[in-house]
DNA sequence: ACAAGCCTATGACGGCCGTAGTAGGATTAA
DNA sequence: TTAATCCTACTACGGCCGTCATAGGCTTGT
């Protein structure tokens, strides 16, 4: 069934493909540029992890502007966080009930949330 | 306030952990046999394992038999885990309302799911 | 036409991780 | 006592990742 492709992302990769997916497209200078202040390394680091992005899979180049490359995602913002979460469930041994029990556990989540939760599960139901 | 001092685990370091708070104490080659079969490298890389967990704080050694070292651990499987849950949510900005939501948007939730978690909250509250 | 500046392509490096081999000391079964 | 076995302590290595420098080609303002 030719598998799509598994493409792992790292965190930092994940943070580029954030800032393209709000850019839809972009050079590497307006995805530098587009990063928090915080968490903005030189330029060539920043073309790199785009380079690496474009082996994976997981950015292409679409056109020029003067002699930079555009690149645009390759992939949904929602594919990528569909691995991300299966790879965390891997932890907790591929089932979401107990990630949540220690979400619940830690109080990382409040009555209020799991309500809402609920809510969106019974109300978008289908 | 004297930081507790971050203890990062890698994946497979946390299933050394695994095993070891389920045997309690026990020496490296106890560690690898009780290691599900499909997950269960040589003996010296289990070792280099144990070793870099010691490094890290995350086991100690308590005592020897033989001339066998056994080991224990030094952290708490709920300090690790909570550990793991902190940096997952990271991913998802902190929060744990957005990783939730994506289980429920990739169905890893069931509506039943949810109700439990919420009749944990409500029941267990304080 | 040219200097200044921007971009690309490539190479590099150190740290962490998973993996394992090896030398040699310690233990044990005969 | 001695050979077989076990265990330790090291060393190594390749892949991935975050980090960046450098060389040189392209573009542009004057």
Chains 1, 2 share one sequence.
């Not at 930079?68 to 992939?75: C, G, K, Q, R, V």
């Not at 594919?79 to 469930?89: F, G, P, S, T, W």
């Not at 990630?99 to 599960?121: N, S």
Request: proline residues 3%.
């Amino acid at each position: 069934m030719a598998r799509k492709t598994e493409i792992k992302l790292t965190r930092f990769e994940l943070e580029i493909m954030e800032a393209l997916w709000k850019l839809s497209r972009a050079s590497v200078r307006e995805i530098r540029e587009s990063l928090p202040e915080r968490r903005r390394p030189a330029y060539t680091t920043v073309q790199t992890m785009v380079y690496r992005l474009e082996e994976k899979g997981a950015v292409r180049r679409v056109k020029k502007i003067g002699n930079a490359h555009i690149f645009e995602p390759a992939l949904t913002r929602k594919a990528a966080h569909r691995q991300v979460v299966d790879h965390m469930l891997e932890w907790f041994g591929g089932s979401a009930r107990p990630l949540v029990a220690h979400l619940v556990e830690f109080g990382k989540l409040t009555l209020e949330d799991v309500r809402e939760m609920e809510k969106l599960l019974a109300g978008g139901r289908r």
